[in-house]
Nanobody, 114 residues
Framework: QVQLVESGGRLVQAGGSLRLSCAASGNTFSTMGWHRQAPDKEREFVASITWSGGSTKYADSVKGRFTISRDNAKNTVLLQMDSLKPEDTAVYFC?????????WGKGTLVTVSS
């Protein structure tokens, strides 16, 4: 059974940094990454990384501020978030892809105060 567990979300001031972690159990995944959903908005893509770590993608809104990485030995994906802005406030969801199926975590809340 696939299980994704996010951690690291909390309240932080604008300009600060956070690191989110997502631990996956049950399988290995070709791609892992993050989406986020702000209040009253649709879920949006944030970043993703392939199993090899050789390919990463970022939403334009976070390029240059967020860095995604993964530790395959621990089946974990990390999201380093720097220069946070109030508009980054959202629930951040981990996702993982295996054989065309996408799995989701329950999310971790990030709140950025101005």
């Amino acid at each position: 059974q696939v299980q994704l567990v996010e951690s690291g979300g909390r309240l932080v001031q604008a300009g600060g940094s956070l690191r989110l972690s997502c631990a996956a159990s049950g399988n290995t995944f070709s791609t892992m990454g993050w989406h986020r959903q702000a209040p009253d908005k649709e879920r949006e893509f944030v970043a993703s990384i392939t199993w090899s770590g050789g390919s990463t993608k970022y939403a334009d809104s976070v390029k240059g501020r967020f860095t995604i990485s993964r530790d395959n030995a621990k089946n974990t994906v990390l999201l380093q978030m720097d220069s946070l802005k109030p508009e980054d406030t959202a629930v951040y969801f981990c996702h993982a892809v295996r054989f065309g199926a996408t799995y989701w975590g329950k999310g971790t809340l990030v709140t950025v105060s101005s």
